[in-house]
């Protein structure tokens, strides 16, 4: 019984591994930049980007 019950811990444990995929990395990284975002906007600060036209501004 011992050996069922660790079978399932370790099942449950690499679980969520085995669920993240690209879509999931991809939501997870945006949600991440979004409130980075949001915690440098609120300290007055300008975080994440770049002018990359041809007449920027120097």
Avoid: D, E
Avoid at 42 to 56: P, R
């Amino acid at each position: 019984m011992h050996l069922r019950s660790l079978a399932i811990v370790a099942a449950v444990s690499i679980l969520p591994t085995v669920m993240g995929g690209p879509i999931a990395y991809g939501l997870c990284q945006t949600g991440c930049n979004t409130m980075a975002v949001a915690c440098y906007a609120a300290a007055g600060a300008t975080f994440g980007t770049v002018v990359a036209a041809a007449a920027a501004p120097r």
